[in-house]
């Protein structure tokens, strides 16, 4: 048989694509490089029929003019496309197109994790309803796989943790003020000069990215609905370049990290920069790369590791999950795995977290201060696990301290009783330390 006749038997599975910019147009042209494989590689062609965008006057270079429109009616009539690809972002109408979608028993791909850090369980279960696939594995982490083993790959375990390093705009940030001594508005700068950072960088550098991503995965790796409002999330503006010295000295560096912990029937969920030892994994990922480590009862530590943004890397991921989708169609099984949130574990408050802590007091130099600041320590149940007393650059001494673990709120309540001391000048770094 002739490969040209092989093709025109083989199924045909349109997609339409919603939104044409950065991962748009990375998904394009990877259709377009894959054309002929796939029919040998997954037994059918793929292929855009349609490209939605808010404007279609605008030229875009190598994009086939008859397929753009600016109609969402003109896609949702159209009963030959199979596969809805929403990468154009927001809320809305993105969550009504998506929803007019399945309820027209089309099957979904999207990058949005706007929307499935919110309103993802909503959307899966709608999906299960109508036998349709909802795929969504660029949301988290660009184009390192990391949803479907943590939704397939993994089920066989008892998931205790997922931590990660989501967001590239502050890993570059962060990176460069250890590697190359940069202030923080410099290497932002610098990071939006590269095309880490959003338009309005807000979401990066405040953890709000990181806690939409962190919503998504703990939802799949602890069975049980977590959504971005049950997030807290701190962000990187706060943090210096002493701070960095500091880490360094103590053979750590500072990383934004987002922590999902399952314990004693409660999930927590925090994003907030932590002093990560340099012997740790995650220590070593830097620039704008992303990796998550997960650890499970079965598997023990695992860590996925790769480009957590960007046109092909992000096209990569959707490209994935078309393919998967494809698959099913020609198997006629869509619809196979949809919410695997089976549980509803209530969300550790902030306060009940434990964590070590790292900070800098500047204090009076005389005898009793390190005793009175001490007692403050016992009073609250803060156990020091070091401290090391310097002159300060100004007057008096310098205190560097490291705490055992320490309940979120014991600590809150340590900070606030030293702060009302005389003799207490000033508390700066007040950073975590994962342990
Ligand atoms: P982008 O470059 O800003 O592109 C957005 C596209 O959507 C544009 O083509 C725009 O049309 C179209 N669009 C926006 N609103 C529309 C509307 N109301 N109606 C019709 N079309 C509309 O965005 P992006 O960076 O590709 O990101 C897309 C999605 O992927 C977002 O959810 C983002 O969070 C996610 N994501 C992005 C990355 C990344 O590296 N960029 C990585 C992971 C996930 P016009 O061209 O006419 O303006
Ligand atoms: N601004 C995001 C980041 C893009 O820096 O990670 C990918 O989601």
């Not at 197109?97 to 949005?112: F, S």
């Amino acid at each position: 048989m002739s490969e040209e006749k092989t093709v025109k038997e083989i199924k045909e599975i349109n997609i339409a694509l919603l939104g044409l910019g950065t991962v748009g147009m990375g998904v394009y042209k990877l259709v377009q490089r894959r054309k002929n494989e796939l029919p040998r590689k997954i037994g059918c062609c793929v292929k855009v029929k349609k490209i939605l965008v808010r404007n279609a006057y605008k030229i875009r270079d190598g994009v086939d003019n008859d397929l753009i429109t600016d109609s969402w009616d003109e896609i949702l009539s159209d009963d030959s496309i199979d596969i809805v690809v929403e990468v154009m972002g927001g809320l809305e109408p993105a969550g009504t197109y998506i929803r007019q979608a399945l309820e027209a028993g089309k099957n979904v791909v999207t990058a949005n994790k706007d929307l499935i850090a919110e309103q993802g369980h909503e959307l899966l279960v709608m999906a299960e309803e109508k036998h349709c696939d909802l795929l969504y594995e660029a949301s988290v982490g660009g184009g390192i796989p990391v949803l479907r083993p943590l939704k397939q790959c993994l089920t066989g375990n008892n998931i205790d943790m997922v931590l990660g390093i989501v967001n590239g705009t502050t890993n570059y940030i962060l990176t460069r003020m250890t590697e190359d001594g940069m202030e923080f508005d410099e290497a932002l700068a610098k990071a939006t000069d590269l095309g880490y950072a959003e338009a309005d960088p807000t979401s990066d550098i405040e953890g709000y990215d990181a806690g939409r991503k962190l919503a998504i995965m703990a939802s799949i790796a602890f069975n049980s609905v977590v959504t971005f409002k049950d997030v807290h999330t701190e962000g990187i503006t706060r943090i210096t370049s002493t701070d960095i010295r500091y880490a360094d000295a103590m053979d750590c560096v500072i990383k934004l990290l987002a922590v999902g912990k399952q314990e004693e029937g409660q999930v927590s969920a925090n994003v907030y920069p932590m002093l990560v030892p340099k012997n740790h994994p995650l220590a070593s990922v830097n620039d704008s790369f992303n990796a998550v480590f997960v650890h499970g009862d079965a598997v023990d530590d695992a860590m996925f590791y790769g480009r957590g943004a960007g046109e092909l890397p992000t096209a990569s991921a959707v490209m994935g999950d078309v393919i998967d989708i494809s698959r099913n169609l020609l198997q006629n099984c869509t619809g196979r795995v949809g919410s695997t949130c089976y549980r509803n574990l209530p969300i550790k408050p902030l306060g009940e977290v434990k964590n070590c802590y790292f900070f800098r007091l500047q204090v009076e130099d005389m005898p009793g201060t390190l005793a009175s600041i001490s007692s403050v320590f016992s009073k609250h149940n803060v156990s020091i696990k070091q401290v090391i007393q310097k002159p300060a650059k100004k007057h008096g001494s310098e205190l560097v301290v490291v705490t055992d673990f320490v309940k979120e709120n014991d600590f809150a309540k340590t900070l606030d009783e030293l702060r009302t001391m005389e003799m207490v000048y000033e508390i700066s770094s007040v950073i975590r330390v994962y342990a």
